[in-house]
């Protein structure tokens, strides 16, 4: 099995999914064409739910593009390789007991096979050598909030989505949290998460993203 998979390679060779040069996924060169945001984000949704919230890069082309190719072409790697990335570039918080992400709700997981978030997040935990916990589930599936402007309207489509995770026997009670997912547009998902982690007792939370789109 271990030859078959050389010779594919070898005939196939992996490209970089946003400009098709040979390499893992995403190369080098593409990763330095990044947007990279410089700054820490605001989002209204998320204050005093999240003491901070770091975003990698603009939801533009190449990240864009290699972000939709983690979602929708079941390429499994580019979680890794997006996980490292964050590591490499956000100053991430040190006193972490847990590391989790945004869940998809279980309609949605069934189409996809995975959660996109949760391959990045477990990544990232690696790196921080933190464990990695499925801390919430998805209970409830929402439409597309991208087409939702009202802030006030958001946080209504948002309310009771999400739900701790029954079959966890962990105490959060005053645990720092780091919270992953892969694009931010306005925060009310990950303000719908944090809720739910606050009922339980956690410390801080911090957020990861690996994208803004505006």
């Known amino acids: 099995m ?65 972000i939709k190719a983690l979602k929708y072409q079941s390429l499994h790697p580019i979680g890794s390789i997006l996980g490292n990335l964050l590591y490499q570039h956000l100053p991430l918080p040190t006193n972490l007991d847990f590391v989790t992400a945004v869940p998809l709700h279980p309609k949605r997981f069934k189409q996809r096979g995975y959660n996109q978030a949760k391959l990045i997040a477990q990544q990232l935990a ?11 589930l998805r209970q409830r599936h929402t439409q597309n909030l991208a087409s939702v402007t009202n802030d006030q309207e958001r946080f209504q489509l948002m309310s009771n989505v999400f739900a701790l995770n029954p079959n966890l026997q962990i105490n959060l009670k005053r645990k720092n949290i780091l919270l992953v997912d892969d694009v931010v547009t306005t925060g009310s998902t990950l303000a719908a998460c944090a809720t739910q982690l606050h009922q339980a007792g956690v410390g801080k939370i911090s957020a990861v993203l690996v994208a803004h789109e505006s």
């Open 2 to 66: 271990i030859a078959l998979r050389k010779f594919l390679t070898i005939i196939f060779p992996q490209v970089c999914v946003a400009c098709d040069r040979e390499a893992h996924y995403f190369c080098r060169q593409c990763q330095d064409q990044i947007d990279f945001l410089y700054y820490q984000p605001r989002f209204k949704p998320l204050e005093n739910l999240v003491d901070n919230t770091h975003v990698l890069g603009f939801f533009t082309p190449p990240l864009s593009t290699v």
């Open 126 to 136: 690696n790196r921080l050598e933190k464990p990695y916990q499925p801390l919430l």
